[in-house]
């Protein structure tokens, strides 16, 4: 069904139809998964081309960086342009950059189009925001967990399908497969999000210095932003980096499509974001945070002792997810009720310091498994969790 309406109809009537979430969370997580289409495929992409299989941790690099740049040059627009026409933008350029790095003639090019990549593949996160203005004000905890967890999805899946795909049709073929979904999508999507007018009468260079504005008006936004940044940015990153490394070494040798299965606990986590939305709607979600901090802490202070378990450490991944997953969804929603026209500007802040906190989440991971392995890790991990929690603790007692 169309939803070509304008700016005045939106605010009088919410638009987001449980199928509407849905969608917006298909297209959502498509976009993010664009980013993980290579992690899988690294040690395939550079004997293509000749070069040292840890010479693939540059095109990682060149995609992250392109993302980050991306995020902050482009989501900001969501709260000035029509983002109906932002979205039809960047996920058209999105199909065009998938082509460039099917492509590519050498490895350096590769890097520039993954770099492109990134740059341009950011609908989830001018969706998300949009979500949120187009949800009745008592189902926007579970309009944003049906597209949070759309994201998560994205981000498990991409890594997951690329292996079986690339080892058919090659990891060319598999570029060219997702630019042509992403054209398709694109297609729908202009179909069905509705017309906007112009919100906020900001010059591009002041709209994008008011990121950091957005902020400073909604001082609550900086615990939010550390929540997500301890709970995903550090806990997360640390436990799936070093889980890696376990699964790859004695007494399992797993091949990385085992250790994609293995990733697909994280499932769990965004189908029951979809459920932790409601508990946000109800008024339940700051006491749901400070849960999902502890169940995060405590299993993974737990993890530290079963890592010769696969079951277990598949029990502890599912747990994990559960708890992360209600963080993200928790923190998101409470940061678009913050404001009601500076949803897209907090969300680029929100991104940015998921990405600044995980950049230190991936640095730790590797100082901790060379000092003292996966318990250290984990150790290290259920560590930001608790610090999450006493930080809860506290600014709540305020």
Same mark, same amino acid.
């Given at each position: 069904?169309?939803?070509?309406?304008?700016?005045?109809?939106? &605010?009088?009537?919410?638009?987001?139809?449980?199928?509407?979430?849905?969608?917006?969370?298909?297209?959502?997580?498509?976009?993010?998964?664009?980013?993980?289409?290579?992690?899988?495929?690294?040690? #395939?992409?550079?004997?293509?081309?000749?070069?040292?299989?840890?010479?693939?941790?540059?095109?990682?690099?060149?995609?992250?960086?392109?993302?980050?740049?991306?995020?902050?040059?482009?989501?900001?627009?969501?709260?000035?342009?029509?983002?109906?026409?932002?979205?039809?933008?960047?996920?058209?350029?999105?199909? #065009?950059?998938?082509?460039?790095?099917?492509?590519?003639?050498?490895?350096?090019?590769?890097?520039?189009?993954?770099?492109?990549?990134?740059?341009?593949?950011?609908?989830?996160?001018?969706?998300?925001?949009?979500?949120?203005?187009?949800?009745?004000?008592?189902?926007?905890?579970?309009?944003?967990?049906?597209?949070?967890?759309?994201?998560?999805?994205?981000?498990?899946?991409?890594?997951?399908?690329?292996?079986?795909?690339?080892?058919?049709?090659?990891?060319?073929?598999?570029?060219?497969?997702?630019?042509?979904?992403?054209?398709?999508?694109?297609?729908?999507?202009?179909?069905?999000?509705?017309?906007?007018?112009?919100?906020?009468?900001?010059?591009?260079?002041?709209?994008?210095?008011?990121?950091?504005?957005?902020?400073? /008006?909604?001082?609550?936004?900086?615990?939010?932003?550390?929540?997500?940044?301890?709970?995903?940015?550090?806990?997360?990153?640390?436990?799936?980096?070093?889980?890696?490394?376990?699964?790859? &070494?004695?007494?399992?040798?797993?091949?990385?499509?085992?250790?994609?299965?293995?990733?697909?606990?994280?499932?769990?986590?965004?189908?029951?974001?979809?459920?932790?939305? /409601?508990?946000?709607?109800?008024?339940?979600?700051?006491?749901?945070?400070?849960?999902?901090?502890?169940?995060?802490?405590?299993?993974?202070?737990?993890?530290?002792?079963?890592?010769?378990?696969?079951?277990?450490?598949?029990?502890?991944?599912?747990?994990?997810?559960?708890?992360?997953?209600?963080?993200?969804?928790?923190?998101?929603? &409470?940061?678009?009720?913050?404001?009601?026209? &500076?949803?897209?500007?907090?969300?680029?802040?929100?991104?940015?310091?998921?990405?600044?906190?995980?950049?230190?989440?991936?640095?730790?991971?590797?100082?901790?498994?060379?000092?003292?392995?996966?318990?250290?890790?984990?150790?290290?991990?259920?560590?930001?969790?608790?610090?999450?929690?006493?930080?809860?603790?506290?600014?709540?007692?305020?």
């Amino acid at each position: 069904m169309s939803m070509h309406v304008n700016r005045e109809q939106t &605010e009088k009537v919410p638009l987001m139809t449980t199928g509407t979430a849905v969608l917006f969370a298909a297209a959502a997580g498509l976009a993010i998964g664009n980013l993980y289409w290579a992690q899988p495929l690294l040690a #395939m992409i550079a004997d293509d081309f000749g070069v040292p299989v840890s010479s693939g941790g540059f095109l990682v690099t060149a995609t992250q960086i392109g993302y980050a740049l991306g995020i902050f040059f482009f989501v900001p627009l969501g709260d000035a342009v029509s983002r109906r026409t932002l979205v039809g933008i960047t996920m058209g350029v999105t199909s #065009m950059a998938l082509l460039l790095c099917a492509w590519a003639p050498g490895f350096s090019m590769l890097a520039m189009a993954l770099g492109l990549l990134g740059l341009v593949t950011v609908a989830g996160q001018i969706l998300l925001p949009m979500a949120g203005d187009l949800a009745a004000a008592d189902d926007r905890g579970r309009i944003v967990g049906i597209v949070t967890s759309g994201i998560t999805g994205g981000m498990v899946f991409a890594r997951f399908i690329s292996g079986f795909v690339a080892d058919g049709i090659g990891w060319p073929g598999l570029y060219i497969g997702a630019a042509v979904i992403n054209a398709i999508v694109t297609v729908i999507m202009m179909r069905v999000l509705p017309h906007e007018k112009r919100r906020a009468s900001l010059s591009y260079p002041r709209l994008l210095w008011d990121v950091f504005g957005a902020v400073k /008006r909604n001082p609550k936004s900086l615990q939010l932003l550390t929540y997500t940044g301890l709970g995903f940015g550090i806990s997360f990153n640390i436990f799936w980096t070093v889980l890696t490394y376990v699964l790859a &070494e004695a007494p399992y040798h797993y091949s990385p499509l085992q250790i994609g299965l293995v990733s697909l606990t994280s499932l769990v986590g965004a189908i029951a974001g979809i459920g932790i939305g /409601r508990l946000q709607d109800k008024g339940y979600g700051h006491t749901a945070l400070g849960v999902s901090f502890a169940l995060s802490a405590a299993i993974l202070a737990l993890a530290a002792y079963v890592h010769n378990s696969i079951i277990a450490i598949l029990i502890v991944a599912a747990v994990f997810a559960l708890a992360i997953q209600g963080i993200c969804v928790l923190v998101q929603s &409470e940061l678009f009720a913050l404001s009601d026209t &500076e949803r897209s500007r907090l969300n680029t802040a929100l991104v940015v310091s998921n990405f600044i906190f995980a950049a230190g989440g991936s640095l730790l991971s590797t100082w901790l498994w060379n000092h003292g392995g996966w318990p250290m890790a984990v150790g290290g991990a259920s560590l930001a969790s608790f610090v999450g929690l006493v930080l809860w603790w506290l600014w709540h007692k305020k």
